[in-house]
């Protein structure tokens, strides 16, 4: 692997192209994770064997492609497959100890929906996709090797919104379910854009920010003890200001929609789509509880939510004589309540979106770019520990306790 270079000029070069690379939708769910050993697989990648640490890996936008051989290295662009500064020096430490350590990369479309003349997933669509594949090859390597090996989760960028949202659902899953908390030795998640506010970064106090996507504080039930984080000050998708909520709007609004430049009117088609599937998802959201009016909760909040399509909204029966209800309702006794809530609306927008200041009069517009892709560095000879580098010491360490727990078991 080759040592990390952050240029100015090689930043500007990849925020210019690897926003158009055209990649394969993935199929949540079908074939296998796992096709033939190709000529690249790495000589100290132990996948195959049943390690006793398998490192599952989720590649940032541009990374990765859907139909991408898990165990394989590879280097598509010359940007590509920057986790593997984690999973080769961890093998390369562990080649003394044979089964000790393998890893496979997660395959999913890793797109921002930007394309030049193909069609490509959406943001939301694709990380959809990449929680599906890295399910499955969760699920396939434990019927395949069972107790024998536990898994180690590393995300980073669109990765680490993927891993986050495999580790919160994982983390929740009863004891005895096919692939359980006890199966995952460690989740490390790199510029995580649900990162929650103030978190510590690597075992020390990380930046006050958050993640851009989200801020709030994250429930990883049986998984909360072995969350790590790796972000770096200024990195906005991880040390954001925590009061940018017309950003996190905007940004799952932008996730719904394809961009391709060769079909403006399917920009268009989408973005209408995306209206009203809110305006009908944020209606059933209000509608849902009788309380809602009087509740803090803001009408900007609701549309935060409900631009995660993910994110399932009550069925609240919003047929013509329910909405003919509400309406009478809200201009007739209903009336004042109303109008105390949009009173409210106007200072609780200001109060929401007080970081937005941040963005302009702190260095994110000249840093964010180039912190996002400063963890990467293997070269021994450089004096500086990278979060690369603590990250591999960490996961090498994992390893080491997996394979002391299996000397002692057998």
């Known amino acids: 692997m080759r040592p990390f270079r952050a240029t100015v000029f090689a ?187 103030g978190v510590d970064s690597l075992g020390a106090p990380g930046p006050s920010g958050g993640g851009f996507m989200s801020s709030e504080p994250a429930d990883y039930g049986d998984l909360t003890d072995r969350i790590q984080h790796a972000c770096r000050p200024y990195d906005i998708a991880c040390d954001a200001p925590e009061e940018i909520a017309v950003l996190e709007l905007a940004l799952g609004v932008l996730g719904q929609m394809r961009f391709t430049l060769a079909n403006p009117l399917q920009t268009i088609a989408d973005a209408e789509r995306v209206v009203s599937t809110m305006a009908a998802r944020a209606a059933a959201h209000i509608v849902s509880g009788d309380d809602w009016w009087q509740s803090d909760e803001s009408l900007l909040d609701v549309l935060r939510v409900v631009a995660d399509k993910t994110r399932p909204v009550p069925d609240a029966n919003l047929g013509p004589d329910r909405l003919r209800e509400i309406l009478d309702w809200a201009v007739g006794p209903g009336l004042p309540v109303v109008q105390e809530k949009l009173r409210a609306e106007g200072a609780g927008f200001v109060e929401d979106n007080s970081g937005v200041v941040e963005l302009v009069l702190k260095p994110y517009i000249f840093l964010a770019f180039i912190q996002h892709i400063a963890y990467w560095n293997n070269n021994p000879h450089d004096p500086w520990y990278w979060e690369s580098e603590k990250i591999v010491d960490w996961i090498g360490a994992l390893a080491q306790e997996e394979r002391e727990r299996d000397s002692v078991g057998n």
């Open 11 to 197: 930043a500007v070069v990849l925020a210019a192209v690897s926003v158009s690379v055209p990649v394969a939708a993935a199929a949540p769910g079908s074939g296998s994770s796992l096709p033939g050993a190709g000529p690249a697989v790495h000589p100290d990648n132990a996948a195959l064997d049943c390690p006793d640490l398998l490192v599952v890996a989720v590649s940032g936008a541009t990374d990765s492609t859907a139909d991408r051989n898990p165990i394989e290295e590879e280097t598509r662009q010359l940007w590509s497959n920057w986790v593997g500064n984690i999973t080769v020096p961890v093998g390369e430490a562990k080649s003394r100890y044979p089964g000790s350590v393998g890893w496979m990369y997660v395959p999913y479309p890793a797109t921002y929906g930007l394309g030049l003349f193909q069609d490509v997933p959406t943001y939301q669509d694709s990380v959809a996709a990449g929680v599906a594949s890295t399910n499955r090859i969760l699920d396939e390597q434990k019927t395949r090797c069972g107790d024998r090996t536990r898994f180690a989760l590393v995300g980073y960028s669109v990765g680490g919104e993927v891993v986050e949202r495999v580790a919160r659902e994982l983390g929740h899953r009863p004891a005895d379910a096919h692939v359980g908390p006890d199966d995952v030795a460690g989740v490390v998640l790199i510029g995580d854009p649900y990162r929650p506010a």
